[in-house]
């Protein structure tokens, strides 16, 4: 059974989508998937099979016999577990083959993989896809592939070249189990890998007097984001992530030394590093300022002005310029993007269209460009005098306030280059600027019902259907799917689609930008540009889309249906899945039947 080369998921041209999943295919297999969570690596997963014509299908791990309910419903070819924290079931793994993604070289075994990679300061690693057996992680292997491995967040090493490494993994041996023949091996003795047990809090903890800046942003980067570091601040218990190096400041070990906006900055045996992010006993994942009201007696070392600063430290919004490009890059963690946050990226964007450039280069994160309003902090907006539905309310208006700002801009041409993820109005967001260019390896999931059927705004409803249709836009909301980038490219939502990794990604980006500002042509393209916002602005303006948008989500946040409150509740607690969701269950769809031989 060759799985080839299938049509994409999403037609070419704008305005065509349906929204469907290609369903049947004579070449492809059916495919259940077995996930602790539809995360991003499940995702990319999901778009890359499925585009290549197998029928995939998702079930949550939730309890053994909901999996085997699932298996007897769908009756795959194949079981693949992206991401589960359990084994899978004997009755399953006997019958059927299973292959697992392990997050770690040929050989490695357990479940803190990458966690002593990062903290031992490795410089390669990898992903094994192997057979399921009775003991975890130790089955005969069908794939694996490598990458140096960055000093960098747990979290981004997953999203970029855990996920990279894995797509090519689970491709190469989803051919080879269709190819038939191929005889999966258990590692040998050469193998580098080996078993490691899970990583407790006592090989993660800090000591402040004795640990180096090095090693404390070593545990910081393999605890994030989960589970975090389990210290004190301010005399409480809490976990930290969200580790910044600091090359200047300084101070007694352990001290705390200062604040700038959301951090806290911590002094370490040879020098100091910020502290992005807490997690009280009990609480949700905060900001650490935030988290703590006693970190505003800390003193402020404020930055100037929005130029990135030449020395590391922590910076959640910097610009750069060369030549006739502004490049601003908001480093907002886990993409999500508060009202002051909001408010000011917005500042920094006003001040950047002033700057005698031509081009703005909207860069976002390194790991995500945004998803949209931050749920954390609304969730908690009664610990700071505020409602969640007030702070929804105020954080969904600050964000179109950017939105609006980036659209009405008629000085420079703008450019979202998206090197990491885009959710929710996040993916919108970018749709504001004039081009939107995004890494091959992005994942989008440009819609809202997820989260207790919000509406959206971020002037969606302005942006989308001129690119894929009246037709197309209900689809993609409807259909709550993620999106590869160059499905986004090929439907007409964004405009290009970059090789990556992110650092070639960004040299390819200010590259083009560059072009754009030279070319002979700018002039005239701005003066369209601005011709064409003027004519939709007669048509209806903004404000009026806006009004209309926000005239729902006033009903999501203060209306009779708590869908969102509850919704938002689950997605901050991190509460377990109890069913799968019937759009990602297709087996449980009313209807379903195997297809017949
Ligand atoms: N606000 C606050 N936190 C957010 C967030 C948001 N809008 N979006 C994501 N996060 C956090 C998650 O809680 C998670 O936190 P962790 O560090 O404690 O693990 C982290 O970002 C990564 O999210 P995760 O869901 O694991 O990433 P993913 O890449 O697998 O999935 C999304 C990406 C966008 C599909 C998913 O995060 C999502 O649905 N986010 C909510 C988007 C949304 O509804 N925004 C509000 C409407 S504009």
């Known amino acids: 059974m060759p799985s080839g080369t299938a049509p994409p ?78 084994a899978i079931p004997e009755t399953i793994w006997k019958n059927h083959v299973c292959l697992v993604v392990h997050p770690g070289i040929v050989g490695d075994r357990g479940p803190s993989a ?7 300061g490795g410089e390669y690693w990898g992903v094994t896809v192997l057979q399921a057996e009775a003991e975890m992680d130790a089955g005969p292997v069908w794939a694996s592939a490598g990458f140096p491995l960055r000093p960098a967040k747990k979290a981004s090493i997953y999203r970029n070249e ?12 989803v051919e080879r189990f269709a190819a ?43 605890a994030d984001g989960f589970p975090g570091v389990a210290d004190e601040l ?27 906006e959301t951090g806290i900055c911590r002094a370490t045996s040879d020098g100091a590093v910020w502290i992005g992010h807490v997690k009280r006993e009990g609480d949700i994942k905060l900001p650490a300022t935030l988290a703590f009201p006693a970190a505003q007696n800390l003193p402020e070392a404020p930055l100037e002005g929005w130029w990135k600063s030449k020395a590391p430290t922590w910076q959640d919004i910097a610009y750069e310029e060369a030549g006739e490009v502004g490049f601003l890059s908001f480093e907002f963690y886990n993409g999500a993007m508060g009202t002051a946050q909001c408010r000011r990226l917005t500042e920094a964007f006003r001040w950047a ?19 949209g309003i931050h749920l954390n902090l609304i969730e908690t907006a009664d610990e700071f005098g505020s409602t969640p539905a007030d702070e929804s309310w105020a954080n969904i208006n600050a964000i179109d306030d950017l939105a609006e700002a980036v659209l009405n801009c008629e000085t420079h041409l703008t450019v979202a280059a998206l090197q990491g993820n885009a959710g929710a109005g996040g993916a919108f967001l970018a749709r504001a600027a004039d081009l939107v ?50 499905e986004a490219v090929k439907l007409g939502f964004y405009d290009a689609c970059l090789p990556g990794p992110s650092a070639a990604f960004r040299v390819d980006v ?32 903004l404000a009026a889309w806006r009004a209309e948008e926000l005239a729902e989500m006033r009903r999501n946040f203060y209306g009779f249906d708590p869908s969102y409150h509850v919704a938002r509740y689950h997605f901050v607690s991190k509460s377990p899945h109890s069913w799968t969701p019937r759009h990602l269950a297709k087996h449980r769809d009313l209807g379903w039947e195997v297809p017949v031989a």
């Open 180 to 222: 038939g023949g191929f005889v999966p091996r258990h590692p040998g003795p050469e193998a580098r890998g080996r078993l490691r047990p899970v990583m407790q809090q006592t090989a993660r903890h800090i000591d402040w007097q004795r640990d180096g800046s090095a090693t404390v942003l070593a545990k910081l980067n393999a």
């Open 437 to 486: 260019w995004a890494r091959d390896g992005v994942m989008l999931n440009p819609h809202y019902k997820n989260m207790g059927n919000l509406y959206g705004s971020e002037f969606w409803t302005y942006l989308l259907p001129p690119r894929v249709g009246e037709e197309g836009a209900r689809a993609i909301m409807r259909h709550r799917l993620p999106m590869t980038a160059p």
């Open 234 to 260: 301010f005399g409480e218990a809490c976990r930290l992530f969200d580790a910044w190096p600091e090359a200047a400041l300084r101070g007694s070990p352990g001290e705390l030394l200062a604040r700038r």
């Open 9 to 86: 998921v999403f037609p070419l041209g704008n305005g065509t989508y349906d929204g469907a999943i290609p369903q049947k295919n004579p070449s492809g297999m059916r495919i259940l998937f077995l996930t602790h969570a539809f995360n991003s690596l499940t995702q990319r997963l999901f778009c890359e099979l499925s585009e290549r014509g197998h029928e995939v299908s998702i079930e949550f791990d939730i309890a053994d016999s909901v999996a085997e309910e699932a298996v007897a419903l769908f009756q795959p070819h194949l079981i693949v577990a992206p991401f589960l924290k359990r």
């Open 162 to 173: 855990v996920t990279e490494a894995a797509v090519g993994a689970v491709l190469e041996a």
């Open 510 to 541: 200010a590259r083009r930008a560059a072009e754009l500002a030279a070319a002979p042509d700018l002039p005239a393209r701005l003066a369209a540009k601005a011709a064409k916002r003027r004519a939709d602005e007669a048509a209806k303006p």
């Open 353 to 371: 269209a002033g700057r005698p450039t031509q081009v703005i280069v909207l860069l976002g994160g390194e790991d995500f460009w945004s998803n």
């Open 114 to 120: 990458l966690d002593w990679a990062i903290q031992e």
